[in-house]
């Protein structure tokens, strides 16, 4: 059996180690793993109470998602899971009941939820002030909105934070909630008083701000014990050293980060992020290119440059993957469509072709069986419409998974890759079978795994006697009942296109029937 192999497809195709193309595929420890189809999680609908919608609280289609976040508590010994989400004009709450969102201030007419303008990416942070202890959220959308804030259980509708900046990052670095790039500065970080993130008069409490004078744009902020600062010339650690400094700035590395909202971090000490020759892994001041001679090429090939402010980043908890979001020059305006992933315990990468407004992870509210007689929206579904199985952890509640916010028909929702897998789509690099010879290929006899029933497996062969001829692929033909797909084709250099659809798990590589013809 010849492995698949990484998908690598800034090499040449000649001589190749691996993949030259794929699509919908993420790294396994051999080959591949299916990616699976959305399925929605939530509904289309926004809930506006009366002050917001007029005479009676009603429902609109619900807007852009800018942000995602969910908290979880425990409240009389169960876990209880919130969800959020920022769109570009409000922030707004999941009823579990309902799976849809609404207002904070739903169900009361006197007070209207805030709205805000033109939001291009809300960042959260939970934060808890010394003496109450109750867990609060702080929410950045930008040098134009000001800082907002909430009850982690969403009890309380979101009020603007007084005193504090206006910024475009936010994050908790040991006992302070800290701001970065703000209306003051792109440059500037702004600390929160000890222990109190409603205090932020500087100096009281070691409060303080800080510019940093010989950087550009601040393009990303990592908390932690110490902080982790990215701008697009550098990136600088935040340590604390208490009064009368409070913090001190050092500069760790000379590669910044040239795309906001390309940064996700492991800890403070680990993180990735994008810059502008490729993908970064940073550990303990040291950054490593991971994506160079392997998908740097592709990826800037391929991304929409027009829209920088649409690049995401998250770690999926449930596993070893980076993901990047980002939008190709094939994607529909204002949507990404494209998932490249890298695997950081394997040093591997994949990719998903799947359209989506942005990623996050939520923490699933669970379910029963009576809550399944209708989806998302509120019709009427039976077991065998859904595509997700009754044992998956989603139903179970607490459970962590990746998500997505997708934009349908009649409004934005968030959706989980549990449904059916996507289609596969395979090309390997250019093999020599033989070398110096004319070569038949008889057969192909892929490993590709599935069930029988539901999976369909089929390749092309391609083949070319000189390296500059194009080469000719055959017409793709399915595999039999014998695990063989049968193929005529002859030639000096191969290459084969395999497809898998249905319900196919894991793709490790191939068997390949051929004689040698002699020389030429």
């Known amino acids: 059996m010849i492995d698949f192999g990484p998908w690598l497809p800034d090499h040449p195709s000649l001589g190749h180690p691996g993949v030259l193309s794929l699509q919908n595929a ?56 919130n969800i959020f989400a920022g769109t570009d004009t409000r ?35 939970e934060f808890a002030t010394t003496g109450s202890g109750a867990r609060v959220v702080y929410a950045a959308s930008g040098v134009g909105q000001a800082l907002q804030s909430f009850d982690s259980n969403g009890s309380t509708a979101p009020t603007s934070v007084s005193g504090a900046p206006n910024a475009t990052h936010v994050a908790a670095v040991g006992r302070f909630l800290v701001c970065a790039n703000t209306s003051t500065s792109e440059a500037e970080v702004v600390w929160s008083a000890i222990d109190d993130a409603n205090t932020w008069t500087n100096g009281t409490d070691q409060s303080g701000a800080q510019i940093l004078a010989d950087t550009s744009e601040i393009t990303g902020l990592i908390g932690g014990e110490t902080g982790l600062i990215f701008t697009r010339t550098g990136i600088y650690r935040m340590n604390y050293l208490g009064p009368p400094l409070v913090f001190g700035f050092e500069k760790v590395s000379n590669q910044g980060c040239e795309f ?37 090429d592709f990826f800037f090939n391929s991304f929409d440059r027009s829209r920088p402010n649409d690049i995401e980043c998250i770690i999926d908890p449930a596993s070893s993957l980076v993901i990047w979001s980002y939008p190709s020059q094939n994607a529909d305006a204002d949507e990404n469509d494209s998932l490249i992933v890298y695997d950081y315990t394997l040093d591997k990468w994949g990719i998903a072709k799947i359209n989506h407004e942005m ?16 989806d998302a929206d509120g019709n009427p579904q039976t077991l065998e419409d859904l595509t997700t199985t009754l044992d998956a952890g989603i139903y179970a509640g607490g459970s962590t998974v990746l998500t997505l916010a997708q934009n349908g028909a009649s409004g934005s929702f968030l959706s989980a890759l549990t449904g059916t897998p996507l289609t596969l789509t395979l090309e390997t690099g250019e093999f020599e079978p033989a070398e110096k010879q004319l070569v038949l290929v008889r057969s192909i006899s892929p490993h590709i795994e599935g069930a029988s029933a539901d999976a369909a497996v089929s390749c092309a062969v391609g083949s070319r006697s000189r390296q500059i001829d194009v080469v000719n692929f055959s017409e793709p033909a399915a595999v039999n009942a014998n695990n063989i797909i049968p193929a005529r084709k002859t030639g000096r250099y191969f ?22 013809q002699g020389r030429r």
Request: proline share 3%; hydrophobic share 40%.
């Open 495 to 516: 290459s084969l296109k395999f497809t898998a659809s249905g319900n196919w798990s894991q793709a490790f590589g191939f068997s390949l029937d051929a004689t040698a």
């Open 260 to 296: 906001a909202g390309s940064t996700a971090a492991r800890s403070s000490n680990e993180a990735f992020f994008l810059s502008s020759d490729g993908f970064q892994r940073y550990v303990d001041g040291r950054v490593i290119n991971i994506g160079s001679e392997r998908v740097n």
């Open 91 to 125: 922030l707004v709450k999941l009823d579990a009941g309902t799976s849809k969102f609404q207002e904070f201030n739903y169900a009361n007419s006197a007070a209207p939820d805030p709205t805000y303008s033109n939001v291009v990416r809300w960042r959260f942070q």
């Open 359 to 374: 990623i996050g992870h939520v923490r699933q509210l669970g379910a029963t069986l009576e809550s399944l007689d209708t």
């Open 26 to 81: 993420f790294p396994a420890v051999r080959g591949f793993k299916a990616v699976k189809s959305p399925s929605a999680l939530t509904g289309n609908k926004l809930r506006i109470g009366a002050v917001s919608g007029g005479a009676a609280a009603t429902e609109i289609d619900m807007p852009r998602i800018r942000g995602i976040l969910s908290t979880v508590q425990v409240q009389s010994g169960s876990l209880v899971t």
